[in-house]
């Protein structure tokens, strides 16, 4: 996934604690190739990691629900990069170009629903 990314691309990551979106970024910035140091921004809500594109992860977890992103300069980032978003159903809507949801079934399972815009599913090699 990391690989489609392209600046302005943001990505709202859904699901209950322990599901994997950390996991997922992880992924999504090594495919972007940037480096493995990946770890939930919880407590500092920003991580920056350059790569072919940039990725900034974003975790709202702390965060008011209603919060306009606007406000922590994330039009800014998209202009040079792209976002991925944790707990994304606390920002005001509009800023995501896709989103993925994770769901744990059970300890050794999940389930994974991506809605992507046309281009990046198409690149992705969903469409």
Not at 44 to 56: C, E, K, M
Not at 91 to 115: C, H, I, K, S
Request: hydrophobic letters at 40%; charged letters at 25%; glycine letters at 14%.
């Amino acid at each position: 996934m990391g690989r489609c990314l392209h600046p302005g691309d943001c990505l709202a990551l859904r699901g209950q604690l322990g599901a994997g979106k950390t996991t997922l970024v992880q992924g999504i910035v090594a495919g972007a190739g940037g480096d493995q140091d990946v770890r939930s921004p919880t407590f500092l809500l920003h991580s920056i990691h350059p790569g072919r594109v940039t990725i900034h992860h974003l975790d709202l977890y702390r965060l008011p629900n209603g919060v306009d992103l606007a406000s922590l300069g994330l039009d800014e980032h998209l202009e040079e990069g792209a976002a991925v978003v944790e707990w994304a159903e606390r920002a005001t809507p509009g800023w995501y170009t896709g989103e993925v949801e994770l769901r744990l079934l059970d300890e050794r399972r999940r389930q994974v629903r991506l809605r992507l815009p046309a281009e990046l599913a198409r690149e992705f090699g969903g469409g």
